[in-house]
């Protein structure tokens, strides 16, 4: 069963590849050297364990590196190589251990899911992302001050779970791949959901990783193609990405990160005061062109 997911999972990654490149060589676009050395830390850390999205959107956001609206396909199609890495060494490593239904089921929702959120974000107004994107890194502070503070839920030792958890964790899956398009990370809501459910937390590492690069590769296609991104952006974070993993995973394994994630969360903090303050904003600018269009028209 492993070879089943495996199988597309290769495939994703070289078909990401190739549109990837195309759109690179289209467009001349050469990495951002500021990018792929962010690439480097977020996904380093991420090997870890502290998950990538909220930090790599706080940076992006702190250096004004890319407008709002392209920071969550950016950073989606930027992190999805490095992603699909990182799912490779964790199925190899953990996935024989993981429930093969459970580990399919839960990859396949993040796929659709993501699928289905592409074209939502790429139609969303401004102030609705920049407030989706607030929200969640809200959500992440909050769950780095759980893990520091040993509030997150243990977990159990199970490696597979009852078919109605099944269902339910496969349909919470599908919810977190939309998430995924507007920046929100599946890796703590994934995390909580399964150890509560009774999973050895060490086997939610090759579920998350899966789904995550699956989406990744499917809605990080049609990104492409919407053309939304900054090139020269996700580049940075691809190249930077892939060395990050592989020293995280082969060469430094394991580190003590709580004093980190304390500095992370101040950081995540400010990013989402300033995203919620442009939201704010932006939804007060858009009801004042709403009435004037209004009175326009009367």
């Known amino acids: 069963m492993l070879i ?132 969640g890194l809200l959500a992440a502070a909050a769950a780095y001050a759980m893990t520091n503070l040993h509030m997150f839920p243990g977990g159990g030792t199970a490696s597979s779970l009852p078919l109605w958890l099944t269902i339910v964790a496969i349909a919470a899956n599908f919810g977190f791949g939309i998430l995924l398009n507007f920046g929100v990370g599946n890796y703590a809501p994934t995390l909580v959901i399964l150890s509560l459910m009774g999973m050895d937390p060490r086997l939610c590492f090759p579920i998350m990783a899966t789904g995550a690069s699956l989406m990744g590769a499917g809605a990080g296609i049609r990104h492409i193609q919407i053309a939304q991104i900054d090139l020269r952006v996700v580049l940075g974070l691809t190249i930077g990405g892939i060395p990050g993993v592989l020293i995280a995973a082969f060469i430094v394994k394991s580190m003590s990160l709580e004093m980190l994630r304390w500095l992370v969360i101040v950081v995540v903090l400010y990013a989402a005061a300033v995203m919620l303050r442009a939201a704010w904003i932006g939804r007060r600018e858009h009801k004042a062109e709403a009435a004037t269009a209004a009175v326009a028209a009367s």
């Open 4 to 135: 089943a997911i495996l199988v597309p999972l290769a495939l994703a990654i070289l078909l990401l590849t190739i549109i990837f490149a195309r759109a690179a060589i289209a467009q001349k676009a050469a990495p951002n050297l500021e990018a792929m050395a962010l690439g480097v830390v977020v996904n380093f850390f991420d090997t870890l364990g502290i998950g990538s999205f909220a930090t790599t959107t706080a940076w992006l956001k702190f250096r004004k590196m890319v407008p709002d609206r392209l920071i969550p396909p950016s950073l989606l199609v930027g992190l999805t190589p490095p992603a699909m890495l990182e799912s490779v060494i964790f199925l190899i490593l953990l996935g024989v251990l993981v429930d093969p239904v459970l580990l399919f089921g839960c990859a396949i929702a993040v796929l659709l899911g993501g699928l289905v959120g592409a074209p939502l974000v790429a139609r969303a107004r401004v102030w609705i992302i920049q407030l989706t994107v607030a929200v």
